[in-house]
């Protein structure tokens, strides 16, 4: 189409919402420019009910948007307009009509529309801040360079900011000019015809296109002030979609809401279109994603590391009430967030053995490895909110080597060759491959080593780029240890500085004391990592080498301390002596890091006096507590607009937005009956969503007049899903004993479950089908009725989270007291207005504080309580309620009789080892505070508003800025407009 090549034609009805007065980001005064070479008519003949206002002339950025906004200031209603754009020459007509919606005709307003918008044209026009002139690059010429390749180099600089000396605009009409371009030029696809999927390929690539404006220039500017930077070291990075959360902290939600509109597309229907990256199993990778918004928002300068896995954890599938698992092709479609970094690449060794060698007249060691892979950088723009700065995320792809492909195939040996790429590729497919087998183990290893290696690569190369000593590595380098799993980076930057970088043992081990902290998940000293030295000895020959080495000088200076308590020597050593000689990752990140923390108050008191008491007995400075958070902008702000304008109005500003401490101040408003009836019409809003996706999905009709009762997370008998199962059974044969008159008193409940079981994991397995046996039953029980629903939601992720946190009433975080380190899911439910059914356990503790006992639900021993309870469970005898609920999963009463037996023995005859028999009696007390307060509309409204306003401690923004004052040493460094 060749006048479509030539020339942009828009048609927008509705003129009073034109595009340019959609986007409500701040603005400064540009350039006028010339406009005396514009004309301007009004045309009463052309059309019988509308006069028609003509400009012609250059056009010129901002033209537009004041043209429309001085026909609006004189009492106009623009109808329709008319905008032919071509080689800078501008046709503009507006069909207008007055107050009354008649034609323009009196002579003087006529000329008085003509005279304001006259005067209009020579004013200067108002500009986008994100259209402002983008800062000029910082010249910075290589060393020893002539003064003709200096000029010619500083020409070649002028004229490339010349050429995008501009920011993409975000008005309405360049962002759909934008998007159908990526549709004909990236997706391929004709822009009179493409589908919702190639809707949002496109949208996403216009927003990217954005947000790598906003990377370059971040990442050039931290080049240029050069701060200390914090790199992030994870194996889960768990971020959920992009294209809304990217949108609404770039502030242009609204712009591509309505861009998208005009095409004939839904913004929130596009989104749906996006699936969630595999690149987590739950709270690890999720706090890990929280941590980066926040770094974001908070001008930290930071990376975040991790892998690219290709099919991730896996997409959990039920059939007949059993989980089956499927590779998560999450990728097949492409990401159109990622950028692949195919010159950024770096080899990883393994196997092999280890030579002495001499180089520059000292003896060293010689990794000569038995096998190498390629990591590909893959980058992942992070951007901030209410900020200029955007922050990367860096996943590594493993590729074969090349050298050794070539090799293969010039032998003939094709089969080798072809083996060697799926063995190298098979590092980066699946997120925790099953470690029950030598094999499984040796790739766990694998992948840990290799994103570990591929990272402290790229840093080290990027510390070099503007630094030629290694004294100044720990003034410029944090490394943050997202717990034991990338443990491995202490033995090999040690590797790099003394083996590549050829520093002498001491200097290079005072520099990764300096630049190494480490974050603690768990409370069970059983549960911390151990690699078997036979395993790290085949694979990573040197690295067990280096860690010997640090364990020796070590246990050198600890036997200074305590020569002949060889019993605790044992337990500190790095090297763990017994039938499978072992490397304790955790006791090597204790020994290399300045500092270590846990995650909750209560977890950090369990570090330091269990975990890792000994430690914490010679190195007290060294231990932190670093409570968990979470974001408020993808749990609140953007994921519950509808909450959101609420609190907004009655705070009377969004800046709670960045600083969650003002939630406070709705104590103030938490009896206003006003207040809560806005506050419940936004909870039945979400709640009817999350109903209509159950019937979509589980085929059950729920009522959301119940309350709807949640835990959803990942499967596991500490989190004690079957103690919430049991509890629903007891409900259950309560209703079924109860006369039609009791019945009309009890409170109806929507019970809703979800989580994913480890593939290894049987009896966590077995918990999933006693949720869907127990739920069968009830749910097509008439006698029941509404009265009680229980459904599981499959495939628990991040998009699911953000549908059901909105809608919960009641949120359980049921674990046995000190197994939980800390928990973020209780923080999304808390911020969203859901109150907490709880142990005292992880932050629940800390919640509690925060919010008031009063206003929280809680049940269960303490953790103080645990050990003694769980030594003495075999003489236990549990209340006869519970005898009651296991013997009907016993006996068959929900079926599967024999598939249930060992689920009920974990529980039952001496093996309850997560005390659920202990804990039964308290915690149905619990549920029937949380039933009679949720028959008081009044109080249970209040509560909820209480529990918002209480949630400011538990924002990432705080954990994020308690980490980088007390532990990083790390300040903002917010790049300017």
């Known amino acids: 189409d060749k006048g479509r090549c030539s020339t942009t034609r828009t048609v927008c009805q509705a003129m009073k919402n034109w595009p340019g007065a959609l986007d409500q980001r701040p ?43 001085s026909l609006t200031d004189l009492g106009l209603t623009i109808s329709k307009a008319n905008v032919d754009y071509e080689n800078g020459v501008l046709c503009e007509k507006f069909w207008v009509v007055d107050s009354k919606g008649q034609k323009i005709k009196d002579p003087k307003d006529i000329k008085n529309v003509l005279r304001v918008l ?220 990622e950028i692949e970094r195919v010159h950024v690449s770096y080899l990883v060794k393994f196997y092999g053995k280890v030579e002495d060698d001499i180089r520059n007249g000292k003896r060293c060691s010689k990794w000569i490895p038995g096998e190498m892979v390629e990591a590909v950088a893959y980058d992942n723009p992070i951007p901030g909110y209410d900020t200029n700065n955007t922050i990367n995320l860096r996943l590594w792809a493993a590729k074969p080597s090349g050298e050794f492909d070539l090799q293969s195939f010039n032998t003939g040996d ?115 990592e151990k690699w078997p030295v036979e395993l790290m000895g085949n694979l ?77 007995d010679i190195w007290p400075h060294k231990f932190q507590n670093k409570t968990n958070g979470v974001t408020q902008r993808r749990w609140l702000a953007f994921g519950n607009p509808g909450l959101r304008e609420v609190i907004a109005k009655w705070l009377g500003t969004e800046a709670w937005i960045k600083d969650l401490d003002l939630l406070a101040g709705l104590r103030q408003h938490a009896h206003n009956l006003q207040l809560h009836k806005e506050w419940n019409q936004v909870r039945r809003m979400n709640k009817r969503r999350l109903a209509e996706y159950i019937e979509n999905v589980n085929g059950v009709q729920v009522s959301i007049d119940a309350m709807f009762d949640v835990q959803v997370k990942r499967i596991h008998e500490y989190k004690r899903q079957f103690l919430n199962v049991l509890s629903i059974i007891h409900r259950y044969d309560c209703i079924k004993n109860m006369s039609l008159a009791e019945r009309e008193k009890v409170v109806p409940r929507v019970c809703i479950i979800g989580g994913k079981a480890a593939p290894g994991y049987q009896i966590a397995k077995t918990i999933i089908k006693l949720v869907h046996a127990v739920g069968e039953k009830i749910n097509k029980d008439p006698d029941v009725g509404d009265l009680l629903k229980l459904v599981f939601i499959p495939d628990y992720n991040v998009s699911v989270a953000e549908l059901i946190i909105p809608a919960c009433d009641l949120s359980q975080h049921i674990s046995t007291a000190g197994t939980e380190a800390s928990g973020t899911g209780n923080m999304k439910f808390l911020m969203n207005g859901c109150l907490i059914l709880g142990t005292l356990d992880g932050s629940n503790i800390e919640i509690q504080e925060e919010i008031g006992h009063e206003n929280m639900f809680t049940f269960g021993v303490t953790a103080n309580e645990v050990p003694h309870l769980q030594a003495e469970r075999r003489s236990f005898q549990p209340p006869r309620e519970f005898q009651r609920v296991i013997g009907m999963v016993r006996n068959g009463f929900f079926g599967s009789q024999d598939y249930f037996k060992t689920l009920c023995d974990t529980a039952d005859g001496g093996g309850d080892f997560y005390l659920l028999g202990n804990d039964f009696a308290s915690y149905l007390v619990a549920q029937a505070a949380a039933d009679k307060c949720f028959a008081d509309r009044q109080r249970w409204t209040q509560m909820s508003i209480m529990s918002t306003a209480g949630s400011g401690k538990f924002s990432s923004d705080r954990t994020i800025r308690e980490y980088a004052k007390e532990i990083w040493g790390i300040e903002p460094c917010k790049r300017p407009t």
């Open 27 to 69: 603005f400064q005064w540009g350039s006028s420019g010339a406009t005396s070479d514009i004309n301007v008519t009004l045309d009463n003949d052309s059309d019988e009910s509308h006069s028609i206002v003509q400009l012609n002339g250059q056009g010129r950025v901002g033209l537009l948007q004041m043209i429309v906004a």
């Open 118 to 337: 006259g005067d209009a044209l020579n004013q200067p026009v108002k500009v986008d801040k994100r259209n402002a002139r983008r800062l000029p690059p910082k010249l910075s010429p290589r060393p020893k360079q002539t003064l003709e390749e200096l000029s010619k180099y500083k020409r070649r600089t002028e004229l490339l900011y010349q050429l995008m000396d501009q920011y993409l605009k975000n008005d309405v009409l360049s962002i759909q000019k934008s998007i159908v371009d990526h549709v004909e030029y990236t997706v391929a696809r004709s822009r009179f015809r493409f589908d919702d999927f190639e809707a949002y390929q496109a949208t996403a690539h216009s927003v990217r296109d954005r947000l790598l404006e906003s990377w370059n220039d971040t990442q050039q500017f931290f080049k240029d002030k050069d701060p200390k930077r914090l790199y992030f070291l994870s194996m889960e990075f768990l971020m959920g979609r992009s294209l809304l959360n990217t949108i609404s902290n770039l502030g242009i939600k609204d712009q591509y809401a309505e861009a998208l509109r005009q095409l004939g597309f839904d913004l929130e229907t596009l989104a749906e279109q996006e699936i969630d990256g595999a690149l987590g199993n739950g709270g690890l990778g999720r706090l890990a994603a929280c941590f980066l918004d926040s770094l974001a928002a908070l001008d930290f300068p930071a990376w975040g590391y991790g892998l690219r896995y290709e099919y991730g954890l896996f997409r959990q599938k039920i059939m007949d009430g059993f989980q089956f698992e499927q590779p998560d092709y999450w990728l097949n479609f492409g990401n159109p967030w």
């Open 414 to 528: 094709y089969v080798n060759a072809v083996l060697s790429k799926q063995r190298a590729e098979s590092i980066s497919s699946i997120l925790y491959p099953d470690d029950r087998t030598y094999q499984g183990k040796e790739l766990r290893l694998k992948q840990q080593y290799f994103f570990v290696s591929a990272s402290m690569q790229d840093i080290v190369r990027r510390f070099k780029d503007f630094h030629s000593n290694f004294d100044e590595f720990p003034d410029k380098v944090a490394l943050q240890l997202n717990d034991t799993h990338p443990a491995i980076a202490v033995a090999e930057l040690m590797r790099i500085l003394v083996d590549e970088e050829e520093l002498d043992w001491n200097i290079a081990w005072g520099i990764v004391t300096k630049v190494f902290s480490f974050t603690n998940h768990t409370t069970l000293p059983e549960a911390l």
């Open 540 to 616: 990573l020959p040197r690295h067990l080498q280096v860690i010997y080495d640090i364990n020796y000088k070590f246990i050198e200076d600890l036997k200074k301390r305590f020569a002949s308590n060889f019993d605790r020597l044992a337990r500190m050593s790095i090297v763990e002596e017994g039938a499978v000689k072992s490397i304790r990752m955790a006791n090597l990140g204790l020994v290399a890091c300045h500092t270590v923390n846990g995650v909750s108050q209560m977890h950090s008191e369990c570090v330091k006096l269990k975990v890792f008491k000994d430690f914490y």
